[in-house]
């Protein structure tokens, strides 16, 4: 009775706290006229963004490691890129949104190309899966550009992109060349670059929907 009694009140712990953790996407508006605030929009995005990087991460380390998470880890990447395009459906509309999800997954899906090639040192597959990950940043630099011209222009967002897709380049090449020192200095590195980004996409937005917030 008294290890029955223990292991109820354990779990409504956890209960507890697992009710009072926020989902991801609170700092984001549910609808049109729902009001939020800054704050928890900035929270938000740094939070998605953040997971972006991690899974990006976790899927690296097990490609190049042929690990049996990978399958999993994978999936787990391409629901970030849904949850990043639901959170821009309040503020830009279900086919902004949707068509956000659909560029992010090819650029995952993309970056996985390049990965592969990489550690099977397929030059003719690397250059090819390499340029059309840029052509991608680019088309994402582009619809971003193209929803908030004002706060996100069109070269500032290719830069970003850009940047982005050389910090990544630059932790895969170190985890394929055993090289862990050089691993986790571009970790952090990309990991600094999507908080920047992340906090760049909040202003934005709430420049040009001010009367979203609260």
């Known amino acids: 009775?008294?290890?029955?009694?223990?292991g109820t009140t354990v779990?409504?712990?956890?209960?507890?706290?697992?009710?009072?953790?926020p989902y991801v996407t609170s700092g984001f508006a549910t609808n049109s006229n729902e009001q939020v605030s800054q704050a928890a929009l900035h929270d938000a995005m740094r939070k998605l963004w953040e997971d972006h990087i991690t899974w990006t991460r976790v899927f690296i380390i097990s490609a190049v490691g042929d690990l049996p998470d990978k399958a999993t880890a994978t999936e787990r990447l391409l629901q970030n890129?849904?949850?990043?395009?639901n959170a821009?459906?309040?503020y830009y509309g279900e086919a902004a949104g949707t068509k956000l999800t659909t560029l992010l997954k090819e650029h995952?899906?993309?970056?996985?190309?390049?990965?592969?090639?990489?550690?099977a040192n397929d030059q003719g597959k690397l250059a090819d899966a390499n340029k059309r990950w840029i052509a991608n940043a680019d088309q994402i630099a582009d619809f971003l550009s193209s929803a908030n011209s004002k706060n996100w222009p069109q070269a500032e967002m290719r830069s970003m992109m850009h940047e982005h897709l050389n910090l990544t380049t630059q932790?895969?090449?170190a985890r394929l060349h055993g090289d862990w020192a050089a691993d986790v200095k571009a970790y952090d590195a990309v990991h600094q670059q999507i908080l920047t980004m992340a906090d760049g996409l909040t202003m934005g937005i709430v420049n040009?929907?001010?009367e979203k917030f609260k």
């Open 208 to 210: 040009q929907f001010p």
């Open 11 to 21: 779990s409504l712990v956890a209960l507890s706290v697992l009710l009072s953790i």
């Open 81 to 85: 890129q849904v949850d990043i395009g």
């Open 108 to 119: 995952i899906t993309t970056a996985a190309e390049v990965v592969a090639a990489a550690k």
């Open 171 to 173: 932790e895969a090449v």
């Open 1 to 6: 009775m008294r290890r029955q009694l223990i």
């Open 88 to 90: 821009i459906k309040p």
